[in-house]
């Protein structure tokens, strides 16, 4: 009977003898201490036991293949197995070896993704090694010497001591580390306080039933990974077999550990087929969703100012959600006036869809340009949105306001996935942000070459790579050969170009004066001419790259040349630090409407100061007071219109569906036909006809 068929008895007895799975348990466990190492920004208890549980699977993947292909190469030829003391032997040498080479690697493991990999395989091969040879030692010991039977008690419960033992090894030197650093010997980032409950206070029943709450979702997330990890260990071990009983099938004899090695090797693989489509299959759901019409945006806008307006030739369903958004949300001259007290002029919203040609788009952009009045303005905004074809309503509203409406803001749609998903996009938006650019220079030359009008642009996160690489190595020369005056540019991403070019030599890059990079608008000084580039120490999007999973950022050097609020007692470990990096992201991306932090990833409240500043834009005290304000208002009151007509609509549906299931009668909502403001209030009279009439009126 195969080991697929044999029952739990089976599985138990394939489980206590394939070393490969025991030292892939090893590695698993000793890999969970530095997940608790901390980070850039706080973790829930429930992200870090997301994130411990994604490190041991990866973790055990890679230790069970590692170990398998270390034994195969220890067993000689095809279809002999190694015996104990060669797989001793193989593991001193693979433990010994690759702690050498990490350690002689070290100094240059952020040099370059190659350097970076090397040292990274090294590390986990003294590793993995260490936790073969206990495997086997172990066996020597227990089985051989002792006498003792295989049980899950002799080998996967002391596989787990063992690999526990490594743990605390690393936990105990953090500790020290963190204890020289800083003083404080216990460096595990703290968590964050639960949704909707002050860090510093509030009721203490609620507090008690959040903390509960809280720890009850952790030790889900902790139960369910554990059970995840073992349905992988499961599946992969079953693979392997199977893709190792195939083989054997098709030679015709049997291949020992070679044939075991090509199974873990060929099952990890095709994991990682299985991670790709997914990951593609999620961005083709998430461009199809930017096609849905919001319920709060369903009406074309009816001003002439904007694109998709009465003037202009972009179609409103061609401009995906956030352009909608972007359109519709457009300030007012009154609005303007009604905050700074001065008369205004409206200004000019223009979204160009992300189809077509370079040079089509562009000239898009003139003619929209024209059509909405914006060429007339005296400022011209180019913003680079992110994946999504989003830009901050937050700068557009500063803008408008700091211009008196005398601005006109372009946006060159290049995406509608999220920017994650959107990363093999920048080159084709640095192009296109840079033909729009030179389309419009020219254009404002040849009306008139001496023109006024100033020609400038914006970025926030991917958007700042997009609108940054426009200058790209060249720095000031690229921005000046484009046309572009100054530039604004917030949290750029560490694949720009440029943020790579200043970080490996920031005095050339800064020396004219005209690259200012701050990590506080409160730090600029007023002057025009300039590309300013504002980056928080803690913003976790201007620190990961993908190259984290082997290769060492360059903010995790030595301690001492760290940048602030980055630990100093934390080490680059492969794999580990890229997870925890992604976890850092979503947290650095968690804001409140209304509520401006210069925490993390959000940079509303660094808008209107480095906007005033880098384009010279004066306003009085009194003004940046009621621009602040407004900025926060509007912000919380586009977001609560957007969930209630979200509700509404749901509500709508929810009830015009279920009552005509009845069958009594047919109810007809006009759903379809009403605004998401208009769906609320129709849901509110329908209600009310129908609760005041009574059963049986």
């Not at 693989?269 to 319920?295: C, H, M, N, Q």
Request: charged share 20%.
């Amino acid at each position: 009977m195969g080991w697929a068929s044999s029952g739990v008895d089976g599985v138990l007895r394939h489980f206590t003898t394939d070393q490969a799975v025991r030292a892939g348990v090893v590695t698993a466990a000793w890999s969970a201490a530095a997940s608790y190492a901390r980070g850039l920004l706080p973790r829930t208890a429930v992200q870090q036991a997301a994130a411990t549980g994604v490190t041991v699977a990866a973790h055990y993947a890679i230790g069970a293949t590692l170990w398998s292909g270390v034994a195969t190469t220890a067993a000689g030829a095809p279809g002999s197995r190694a015996g104990n003391r060669a797989l001793l032997i193989a593991a001193a040498v693979s433990a010994a070896g690759g702690k050498a080479a990490e350690v002689t690697l070290r100094p240059h493991s952020g040099d370059s993704l190659l350097y970076g990999a090397a040292w990274s395989q090294a590390k986990l091969l003294s590793v993995v090694g260490l936790a073969g040879g206990l495997v086997t030692a172990s066996d020597v010991v227990v089985h051989e010497a002792l006498g003792l039977p295989r049980s899950p008690t002799t080998t996967l419960a002391l596989d787990l001591t063992m690999g526990t033992a490594m743990a605390s090894g690393t936990w105990v030197r953090r500790r020290r580390r963190a204890k020289r650093y800083h003083g404080d010997d216990r460096p595990e980032r703290p968590t964050a306080p639960p949704p909707g409950r002050a860090a510093d206070g509030g009721d203490r029943k609620q507090q008690l039933l959040g903390a509960a709450k809280t720890a009850a979702y952790a030790t889900g997330t902790v139960v369910g990974t554990s059970v995840g990890l073992g349905i992988l260990a499961v599946a992969e071990q079953a693979a392997a077999r199977q893709v190792t009983r195939g083989l054997t099938q098709l030679i015709g004899e049997e291949l020992g550990e070679f044939g075991e090695g090509v199974g873990h090797g060929v099952t990890f693989g095709a994991f990682a087929a299985l991670g790709y489509l997914g990951l593609r299959a999620v961005r083709k759901r998430t461009e199809r969703g930017s096609d849905i019409i919001e319920p709060a945006y369903q009406a074309p806008p009816t001003s002439e100012f904007v694109s998709a307006g009465p003037r202009s030739t972009v179609e409103f369903d061609a401009i995906g959600k956030e352009g909608r958004r972007f359109v519709l949300m457009r300030l007012d001259r009154a609005e303007i006036e009604s905050v700074m007290n001065e008369p205004a002029t409206e200004p000019a919203r223009v979204v160009i869809p992300g189809s077509g040609t370079l040079r089509y788009r562009a000239g898009l952009a003139v003619s929209e340009l024209i059509a909405t009045g914006g060429i007339d303005r005296s400022l011209i905004c180019i913003a680079a949105p992110t994946g999504v074809g989003y830009v901050n309503y937050v700068m557009a509203e500063a803008l408008e306001y700091l211009t008196r409406g005398d601005c006109a803001i372009v946006v060159p749609q290049y995406a509608y996935v999220p920017s994650a998903l959107a990363l093999n996009k920048t080159d084709e938006g640095t192009a296109l942000q840079r033909a729009i650019v030179e389309t419009v220079h020219a254009e404002l030359a040849a009306r008139d070459p001496h023109h006024r009008t100033r020609v400038v642009q914006f970025g926030e996160s991917l958007g700042a790579q997009v609108a940054a690489d426009v200058g790209g190595v060249q720095g000031v020369a690229g921005f000046d050969e484009a046309g572009l005056e100054s530039g604004v540019y917030l949290g750029v991403p560490f694949r720009s170009s440029l943020w790579r070019s200043i970080l490996r030599d920031p005095a050339a890059m800064t020396a004219s004066g005209r690259i200012v990079v701050v990590a506080d608008s409160r730090e600029l000084t007023e002057g025009a001419g300039r590309h300013v580039l504002v980056i928080h120490y803690d913003d976790p999007i201007t620190m990961f790259a993908y190259s984290m999973v082997v290769q060492r950022p360059w903010w995790m050097g030595a301690p001492g040349t760290r940048p602030p609020l980055v630990p100093q007692e934390t080490y680059f470990r492969p794999i580990t630090t890229c997870i925890l990096g992604m976890v850092d992201i979503l947290n650095g991306m968690n804001t409140k409407p209304g509520a401006f932090q210069r925490v993390g990833h959000d940079y509303r409240i660094d808008m209107r100061e480095s906007l005033e500043k880098t384009f010279a834009l004066p306003a009085g005290l009194d003004q940046q007071m009621r621009i602040e304000a407004a900025l926060r208002i509007r912000e919380q009151e586009w977001a609560e219109k957007r969930l209630i007509a979200k509700t509404g609509e749901s509500a709508l549906r929810s009830l015009r569906e279920t009552i005509n299931s009845w069958g009594r009668d047919s109810v007809n909502l006009e759903l379809d036909d009403l605004p998401g403001d208009g769906a609320q209030s129709r849901l509110v009279e329908y209600l009310s006809e129908r609760l005041g009439s009574g059963p049986g009126a």
